[in-house]
């Protein structure tokens, strides 16, 4: 088992001395047969140097037919002299491709390095360039939100001044509707005040009216006792009506002859007269005196003034008071009879007592 | 290079002592040699160009990296 492992291996080496055995030994052309091996072997050699590795095989061939053929050893030698120097001239070349190529890698690599810092500047500075595009546009938006919140905020608050006008327009006519209510309402009040005011004054005056009426229908019917009995002591009086009003005669025979006391007729004459003023204490009465013609006129008018103040001092002595009681003495000036004759002196020898109205006024003589 | 131009002068030393054998194989020498000196002088170039780019991107990197905020 231990041979049989070892067997294919040294089949292996004994091809390879074979190999080297079918060429006859050639120090040089070895050389330049190991140094075509190690170029042919190195894949940067062969690809880049095809053409002279070529010609450097070439030359081995031609130094190995030598070589075989039995040609001089200078020959051999100049061949794989030839050989070694291509096997170099290979080696040379692909060096030179190999960095001829470096160059325009490294050519290219810069140009992208340049391309690329160009292109990031561009990139950089498109970005920057959408960049504040991209500001721009959000602040124009910022800027018309802005706008249509300002606009909304005005047109908010024109409507609120609006609505705010309209209400304190509506609150006006609700005060001037409520003012002019009110002044229905008090005019209505004042109306039905009136009303009440009238209906009182005319139940007030109704009753008024019918009070004065028993009033006046007492009085009436007291007037007319009162005049029935005025009348009737009037009558007792011998008073007359005359257009000064009533007239009472006081006779020349209640007086003594050319005296002034009254006789007792007279007396009791002037007691009725009493009576009847102390019963109608309104009434004043004015006393005249008068005498006939005989005497002198002076004497007369004394006689007659003496005469009426008896007749007032009598009344007076009755109760009467003084401030109702006038006298005048007139003398022989008013007879009511001619002096021709005893009887009509006597009747012109008179006291004649004027009755006032209810007032108190008596009228002047003519 | 130096090894180019010693085969060339050696090749054209041969040419005159009439051993153009000799000559022939210096030349494709020289010629070879030539080449593999263009060729690392083209590969050194670039590879001076390659790393000054990186490092010209490194410092941009830098500054664009501290010029962003």
């Keep these: 088992m231990k041979l049989n492992q070892f067997f294919p291996m040294s089949l292996i080496a004994v091809a390879m001395i074979s190999g080297c055995s079918t060429t006859p030994q050639n120090a040089s052309l070895a050389e330049a047969h190991g140094l075509y091996n190690g170029a042919r072997t190195n894949a940067e050699i062969s690809n880049l140097a095809a053409l002279e590795l070529k010609q450097a095989s070439d030359s081995l061939n031609k130094a190995d037919l030598a070589l075989k053929e039995g040609e001089s050893e200078a020959t051999v030698d100049q061949l794989a002299y030839l050989a070694k120097q291509q096997v170099a001239i290979a080696r040379e070349t692909a060096k030179r491709k190999s960095a001829e190529s470096a160059v325009a890698k490294a050519s290219a690599s810069s140009d992208r390095m340049r391309l690329d810092a160009r292109t990031a500047?561009?990139?950089?500075?498109?970005?920057?360039?959408?960049?504040?595009?991209?500001?721009?546009?959000?602040?124009?938006?910022?800027?018309?939100?802005?706008?249509?919140?300002?606009?909304?905020?005005?047109?908010?608050?024109?409507?609120?001044?609006?609505?705010?006008?309209?209400?304190?327009?509506?609150?006006?006519?609700?005060?001037?509707?409520?003012?002019?209510?009110?002044?229905?309402?008090?005019?209505?009040?004042a109306e039905a005040d009136a009303a009440r005011r009238q209906a009182t004054v005319a139940q007030d005056a109704a009753a008024l009216q019918a009070a004065a009426l028993a009033v006046a229908n007492a009085n009436a019917e007291r007037d007319r006792a009162l005049i029935a009995q005025q009348e009737m002591q009037l009558e007792s009086l011998n008073a007359k009506k005359t257009e000064r009003g009533l007239v009472i005669t006081l006779g020349d025979v209640l007086f003594r002859t050319n005296q002034t006391n009254l006789q007792a007729s007279g007396t009791r004459n002037v007691q009725k007269l009493a009576d009847f003023l102390q019963q109608y204490p309104q009434q004043k009465v004015l006393i005249e005196g008068h005498t006939d013609s005989a005497g002198s006129d002076s004497h007369n008018l004394a006689l007659s003034d003496r005469r009426a103040d008896s007749v007032r001092t009598a009344l007076m002595d009755m109760g009467i008071g003084g401030e109702r009681i006038t006298t005048k003495g007139y003398g022989e000036a008013y007879p009511i009879a001619g002096n021709d004759t005893a009887n009509n002196r006597q009747l012109n020898r008179r006291v004649e007592i004027i009755l006032s109205d209810a007032n108190g006024r008596i009228a002047p003589r003519m | 290079m130096n090894q180019a131009m010693q085969k060339m002068d050696a090749a054209e030393r041969a040419i005159n002592d009439k051993d153009f054998e000799l000559a022939r194989q210096l030349a494709e020498k020289a010629q070879v040699d030539a080449q593999l000196a263009a060729a690392m002088a083209r590969s050194a170039k670039a590879n001076k160009a390659a790393v000054a780019l990186q490092e010209a991107n490194r410092v941009l990197n830098l500054e664009l990296d501290r010029k962003a905020p």
């Design chain 1, 121 to 189: 500047e561009a990139d950089a500075a498109k970005l920057e360039t959408l960049s504040a595009q991209a500001t721009t546009q959000r602040k124009s938006e910022e800027l018309a939100v802005a706008q249509a919140n300002a606009s909304r905020n005005q047109r908010e608050l024109e409507a609120t001044a609006a609505e705010a006008d309209a209400a304190r327009r509506e609150a006006t006519i609700a005060q001037e509707n409520a003012r002019r209510d009110q002044r229905r309402l008090e005019a209505t009040a």
